[in-house]
């Protein structure tokens, strides 16, 4: 299943100090961008295959801009559909409305360490550790006993993985990623939350959005391949 990555990092704009700024200042200033990334992956729960959507937000940084960033990802109705047992005769009676809510999220802080970044390629390795909330949930339909959907439980996983980029265009790239996720602690959580993710996808990168808002405002000439060209000013004649 294809995925979007997408990668907006624009230039912080620092509050002017009243001191002049000198070189290295203005060299730090270069290198600390905010980054911003939709991370939607696919993963495994129960031996079931499951989508996790996420978001995560912070800065770059270095001359390989690693990133760090805090996340937020969640798994909901549609992906637990299908850790359920529908062989229940009693299944279709089921009211669909009460497994609506989200059923598990996390807040997650990234760090991306980049091992190349230039403008063709990205190797990178992301470590995370998080927490989060899980409530319960029946898996097999098949159980008499009613589920209490107001207990809800807390864990923690951590992630390793590795992530790959191939920059297409100044608009467009492919990407890949995949890692293992490890619940180092949880509550009385009867789910098992290992298990391994992983995303293949289309990068969408600011110049795209950047290049069209160029050409809109001052009538530039855009492309994929170049920065934009904007018209020559007629010189005025003197009378």
């Known amino acids: 299943m294809i995925q979007t990555l997408l990668l907006a990092c624009l230039l912080i704009q620092t509050p002017v100090d009243s001191l002049t700024p000198t070189d290295s200042d203005r060299h730090v200033r270069a290198l600390i961008r905010p980054a911003f990334n939709l991370d939607f992956r696919n993963s495994f729960l129960q031996q079931q295959p499951v989508n996790v959507w996420g978001v995560n937000g912070g800065i770059q940084f270095g001359k390989k801009r690693h990133q760090l960033t805090l996340g937020y990802y969640w798994l909901s109705y549609a992906t637990y559909l299908r850790l359920i047992d529908w062989r229940r005769n009693a299944a279709k009676r089921i009211n669909l409305g009460y497994y609506t809510?989200?059923?598990l999220w996390f807040v997650n802080l990234l760090y991306w360490w980049?091992?190349?970044?230039?403008?063709?390629?990205?190797i990178s390795v992301p470590a995370e550790i998080g927490g989060g909330i899980a409530y319960a949930l029946p898996i097999d339909l098949r159980q008499e006993s009613p589920i209490d959907r107001t207990k809800r439980d807390?864990?923690?996983p951590i992630q390793l993985g590795?992530?790959?980029?191939?920059?297409?265009t100044r608009w467009v790239g492919l990407s890949g990623q995949i890692g293992y996720r490890y619940s180092v602690f949880?509550?009385?959580?009867?789910?098992?939350f290992n298990?391994?993710?992983y995303s293949v996808g289309?990068?969408?990168?600011p110049a795209l959005f950047l290049d069209i808002w160029k050409a809109v405002k001052y009538?530039?000439?855009?492309?994929?391949i170049r920065s934009p060209r904007f018209p020559k000013k007629t010189p005025l004649k003197n009378h």
Do not use: C, H, M
């Open 114 to 122: 980049n091992l190349k970044n230039n403008n063709r390629w990205t």
């Open 154 to 156: 807390f864990f923690v």
């Open 186 to 192: 949880q509550t009385d959580i009867q789910q098992n």
């Open 162 to 168: 590795v992530y790959t980029q191939w920059k297409a």
């Open 219 to 224: 009538k530039a000439r855009i492309s994929p």
């Open 202 to 205: 289309l990068s969408i990168f």
């Open 101 to 103: 809510r989200t059923d």
């Open 195 to 197: 298990g391994t993710y």
